[in-house]
């Protein structure tokens, strides 16, 4: 099994609940043959273990639904597998199709050439089809924007996106249009010439001016939804987030954030693990007061600022790279989206006010 196949298969294991009814026709998602010389262990080990992005726990949702068979008959998460043994996962609806559709969807294009695409993205939109997502996504607006482009075609891995951000982070993508401009951007962002820059607010007083972070990231073995800072150098991805403190707002700080490497959740993850949750990450924490009072006005005051600004304060600003044609060094600016201005503004009044 690939490695997007696995991610799929993550994602149809995303939201199976166990069933009172047993259903009328199942469709066979997908299929593992048990290596012969494999010891004897529980289902659910097994597939865990084999494919790190699949919680145990999803996998005993899908055994108790009646989803999970070993030689064509339903088993339990508890039985044992044997050398040989046709373990598949069924599922009531047929496999989706994860073919790109293009769709009529507005761009915020910064740039445009014959090789290259810098796209400003908004807050709230996904980058890329996934569970629960699988349309209205950035990838399925490109390639409406690139349809009459024979050159371009949005199911095709050497072409498209060469990064991504999060769904509720805004700001700078660079596309590749072409074969060799995702190759050379590629090796770009391997080898961490690109410049990119993030601003963002966070909870607390951060005492120093600059910093960096380092630690590898991986997923969180308490809360699969979540990444963290692993202390297991062997486990994890190395990640280096440097840090420069722009303004003090009270009980928050706005920062400016300069990426070394590009792992998922970096900026939020790393800022977590110094203290200073980033404002209105629903997913680490940071739609909760964090800081300041107890007095009611406060309480008000946070909960306007949590609705001026539904999403975690994060944008990405500044992207730079090196042209794969050219080879001229370019630069891009996405100013601060209005909900971020505007959550700036009303701390930069409420401090003032205060100290009135």
Known sequence: MDEESLDILDDSLDDIEPVGEKPTELYEHFRVVVDKGQASIRVDKYLADKFANISR???????????????????????????GDIL?????????????????????????????????????MVVHPGCGNYSGTMVNAIAWHLKDNPKYDPNDPSVGLVHRIDKDTSGLLVVAKTPEA????????????????????????????????????????????????????????????????????GYITKVECVLETGRTHQIRVHMKHIGHVLFNDARYGGDQILKGTNFSKYKQFVENCFRICPRQALHAMTLGFTHPRT?????????????????????????????K
């Open 57 to 83: 726990n999803r996998i005993q949702l899908a055994a108790d639904a009646g989803m999970l068979r070993a030689n064509e008959k339903p088993v339990k998460s508890s039985y044992k597998v044997k050398g």
């Open 88 to 124: 598949t996962i069924m599922m009531d609806r047929p496999r989706y199709d994860h073919n790109i559709k293009p769709e009529n969807i507005a761009l915020d294009i910064v740039y445009e050439d014959t090789d290259v695409i810098v796209v400003n993205k908004p807050a709230g």
């Open 182 to 249: 995702k190759t050379d951007l590629g090796w770009q962002f391997f080898n961490k010439t690109t410049k990119r820059k993030y601003i963002a607010l966070v909870w607390g007083i951060i005492d120093e001016d600059e910093g960096t972070i380092e630690s590898n990231i991986g997923r969180n073995p308490k809360d699969r939804m979540q990444m963290a800072v692993l202390s297991d150098p062997t486990q994890g991805k190395y990640a280096v987030t440097h840090f420069h403190v722009l303004e003090r707002l």
């Open 327 to 355: 080879k001229k060094e370019m630069f891009f600016t996405a100013p601060l989206p209005e909900d971020i201005s505007n959550l700036i503004d009303k701390w930069r009044n409420y401090i003032s006010n205060r100290e």
